[in-house]
């Protein structure tokens, strides 16, 4: 194998490693945008949840009011 071979072929592994690292680096940008996508998902389900804990609780305390409302109409002598 002269040195002209030698060159080519050092020239296509060349061009080949750089395919391999655009082809990896745009595969990599595109994982990013998914990561930011499902971190935005999932901190609007965590504020869904939050939510969601506070009208459980008012509701609940709703409830222990309208207990204690009925239980006093309950116990009134009639």
Not at 5 to 34: D, F, N, V
Request: net charge negative.
């Amino acid at each position: 194998m002269n040195i002209d071979e030698r060159l080519e072929r050092l020239t296509e592994r060349h061009e080949a490693l750089t395919q391999s690292l655009e082809l990896l680096s745009h595969m990599h940008q595109e994982s990013e945008k998914r990561m930011d996508r499902v971190d935005q998902a999932l901190t609007a389900l965590a504020e869904a949840q939050i939510k969601t804990e506070e009208a459980i609780g008012r509701l609940a305390h709703i409830a222990d009011i309208q207990d204690r409302r009925i239980t006093r109409l309950e116990d009134r002598p009639q």
